[in-house]
């Protein structure tokens, strides 16, 4: 069993940052592939950034230069560092963690961003 926690959510102006954290615990493998999806109401859920276990890293084009996900000295952990946030990131973002055992999303952070 894998456990996802989220933390970093928050209420900020346009133009803003905020820096999102992910923690997995449980069955967790070496090789795996954590990111962060989100989705804003009325809308599909969406993948905004993925890194893989060796560091391979991709984005959405809409956030591409504005966000920047990276791992944390824990393999198990991942960030997604957001600046330049615009009303439109406003959404519920979900940290996921892919691995041969399936996968798993968190239980999701509000972000909000005001204009």
């Known amino acids: 069993q894998v456990q996802l926690v989220e933390s970093g959510g928050g209420l900020v102006q346009a133009g803003g940052t905020l820096r999102l954290s992910c923690a997995a615990s449980?069955?967790?493998?070496?090789?795996?592939?954590m990111g962060w999806h989100r989705q804003a109401p009325g809308k599909q859920r969406e993948l905004v950034a993925s890194?893989?276990?060796?560091?391979?890293?991709n984005y959405a084009d809409s956030v591409q230069g504005r966000f920047t996900i990276s791992r944390g000295n824990a393999k198990n952990t991942v960030y997604l560092q957001m600046i330049s946030l615009k009303p439109e990131d406003t959404a519920v973002y979900y940290c996921?963690?892919?691995?041969?055992?399936?996968?798993?999303w968190g239980q999701g952070t509000q972000v909000t961003v005001s204009s």
């Open positions: 996921f963690l892919s691995q041969s055992l399936g996968f798993k």
């Open positions: 449980g069955r967790v493998f070496n090789t795996n592939t």
């Open positions: 890194i893989s276990s060796g560091g391979s890293a």
